[in-house]
T-cell receptor
């Protein structure tokens, strides 16, 4: 399995603060993703990157930005955190396996904005 | 807009019983359909994946079916165990870039 790590695992911050969530992977996968998960809503795609120079907006990118510093690192920033960004955030990587891409998820970061 | 709908939203069954979870989708163009298991507070883990031409795929006690004509899938769990308690998420990937659309999940609770 891909080793996908996320830091921090838990974070409490105040409204208006800038915060960065970091994701690292050790398997050399080109594709990386950021999702948020809210109770009852499932996972929603924020941003995705197919390689270091290819970054794309997902379904809910407003209020977020990302940086792909290297193949192994994909960071998510909240420029000015607001309470409705309180959620569980997952980073994922994927690699091609035959006719599909297999996704591997990190352990998640629980973010609370007060 | 691509959508994936799952039912039921939640389900409680007794240990040892079977159950079936449903997934309907309106994703185009279709690439793959995947079922994930997500334990509370953890990332999803893939159970099965099916392409357009596959209509059934098994992984131990989990069996997924796909009807690409009606755009429906099901996940059947046989002889449930307490460890099956989790959220089960249906995901449909579209287009050549395989961008996923997630369902909201079915929360399964298995009681002893």
């Amino acid at each position: 399995d891909a080793d996908v790590t996320q830091t921090p695992r838990n974070r409490i911050t105040k409204t208006g603060k800038r915060i960065m969530l970091e994701c690292s992977q050790t398997k050399g996968h080109d594709r990386m993703y950021w999702y948020r998960q809210d109770p009852g809503l499932g996972l929603r795609l924020i941003y995705y990157s197919f390689d270091v120079k290819d970054i794309n907006k997902g379904e809910i990118s407003d209020g977020y930005s990302v940086s792909r510093q290297a193949q192994a690192k994909f960071s998510l920033s909240l420029e000015s955190a607001i309470p409705n960004q309180t959620a569980l955030y997952f980073c994922a990587t994927s690699e091609r396996q035959g006719a599909h891409y297999e996704q591997y998820f990190g352990p998640g970061t629980r973010l609370t904005v007060t | 807009k691509n959508q994936v709908e799952q039912s039921p939203q939640s389900l409680i069954i007794l240990e040892g019983k079977n159950c079936t979870l449903q997934c309907n989708y309106t994703v185009s163009p279709f690439s793959n359909l995947r079922w994930y298991k997500q334990d509370t507070g953890r990332g999803p883990v893939s159970l099965t994946i099916m392409t357009f031409s596959e209509n059934t795929k098994s992984n131990g006690r989990y069996t997924a079916t796909l009807d690409a004509d009606t755009k429906q899938s099901s996940l059947h769990i046989t002889a449930s165990q307490l460890s099956d308690s989790a959220s089960y998420i249906c995901v449909v990937e579209s287009g050549g870039s395989y961008i996923p659309t997630f369902g909201r999940g079915t929360s399964l609770i298995v009681h002893p």
